[in-house]
């Protein structure tokens, strides 16, 4: 396959079959999704989100027993459990970990890397991306604002001019936006080491998400995907890009009241963070879990109107490679 020419830095970096990875979103990359991506020859991200540290400690271990093919660890730096994550993944020999929500210190990422884990962290702008380098990152994922959940200021567009197209000394992923492998192909042809996919995967047979939360993802159209407002810096949410319901309202009324606190001295930045936090992750639940799509949030990424379908992960992998591959060979005819 001519796809075999652009997979072998992240093959080598990741060390799986295909450097295709699944998204950490919380309540949905859980062991029973991680462990199939691995299993299909792709690499999965666990997400740790908010979850207890007892429970990051199950679902690793269970992880573990589902699958012998490497995975990685997501944990967020504006978690209240944060640092006892960190000591979690670094304690229990993780080899990759993989830093999301905010910007980890030089001495969180060294800390993982004397475990013997290889570091991922995540850019959502082209300055960032050369302070993580700096800091040691052994691995960036470029994510552009088109992705679902948690996202930057950046369209991946412009992402890749800044940093894939400038920068050789660690593996870049790609995240945003992606759903096709003709995309794919593209993306490694510009020198990714591999992509990330979340909204995809998340319509796959081995995705837990409730049949509800996967019905509103066939409906919906790529506009339908929209990214939350900053009333006010003094609150400094990171932007939420879910579909559009009942819960996103709720989510600018709470905005408003915790600004309204801080205004009153009743709580501080910190405590007003967490409280967004607490947000999303009960919203989310009540979505994936209960079936909540009315006022459950809705995270997915402007992909969503790119996929109508429910597929089992292996399908969903093939169909990828295929149709990457015969773009790859569509292109070697107009060049040759």
Known sequence: ???????????????????????????????????????????????????????????????????THPFGVNIITLAPAYKDHLALVCNMGCKFVAFAGGIPRKSEIQQARDAGAKVICFASTGPLALILIDRGADALMLEGSEAGGHIGPVALSVLIQQILFKVDSVPIFIAGGIATGRMMAHLMMMGAAGIQMGTRFVMSEECAAHPKFKEVFKKAKAKDAMATPQFDGRLPVIPVRALKNEGSIEFSKLQLELLHKLDHDLMNR??????????????????????????GSLMAGQSVGLVSDVKPLPDIMAELLEDAETELQRLKQIFI
């Open 1 to 67: 396959m001519l796809l075999d020419r652009f997979f072998g830095k992240g093959r080598d970096f990741l060390g799986c079959q295909y450097p295709i990875m699944c998204g950490a979103m919380t309540w949905v990359s859980d062991p029973q999704l991680v462990s199939a991506m691995g299993n299909a020859g792709g690499f999965g991200l666990l997400a740790a989100g908010n979850m207890p540290v007892n429970l990051l400690q199950e679902q690793i271990n269970q992880t573990r027993q589902l699958s």
């Open 270 to 295: 910190k405590e007003a963070q967490f409280a967004v936090e607490r947000f999303w992750v009960g919203a989310l639940k009540d979505a994936v879990i209960d079936g909540d799509v009315t006022k």
